[in-house]
């Protein structure tokens, strides 16, 4: 009779054992997953920033600022039906009359663009000061700023 109740608590024990290490698991397996995913969202943000990032600066050339335009018109038309990822275009400072313009046809009014005839096109010749805004929830790039260069 001692043999079989030793038994006893020695299955419940092995049960027991059993039970926790499947919550442990189960526990782990959760965990895990948030942390993907969060690790993702990270990733998403970054490669979507670094599209504009590279054009971000004190003295970047009208060239790069046409290109930077290209990009966000791609990036609104791609993104239309997600509003978080619109970029809008914003010029500082920009003047299309007299000797000193800095900014051939429409300035850029902070609207999300979707062609070139929404923001006009930087000149060539000049510098220009860029710089990017994030959304502080998601940290989407939201919006770009160009102004001439000081």
Do not use: C, H
């Amino acid at each position: 009779m001692e043999n079989a109740s030793k038994a006893l608590i020695i299955a419940g024990a092995i049960l027991l054992a059993i039970l926790i290490i499947s919550l442990g698991i189960m526990v782990y397996r959760q965990a895990s997953g948030v942390v993907d995913s969060n690790a993702m969202d990270e990733v998403a943000v970054s490669s979507f920033n670094e599209k504009f990032q590279q054009y971000v600066g004190d003295n970047v050339r009208g060239a790069n600022v046409n290109a930077l335009i290209n990009t966000i018109i791609q990036n609104n038309l791609s993104n239309s039906d997600d509003t978080s990822k619109q970029v809008k275009l914003v010029g500082s400072g920009l003047s299309i009359s007299g000797t000193n313009a800095n900014w051939s046809t429409k300035v850029p009014t902070g609207t999300a663009i979707t062609s070139t005839s929404d923001s006009g096109s930087a000149l060539t010749g000049r510098s220009y000061e860029v710089t990017t805004t994030p959304d502080p929830q998601s940290g989407y790039i939201t919006t770009v700023t160009i102004k001439p260069a000081s």
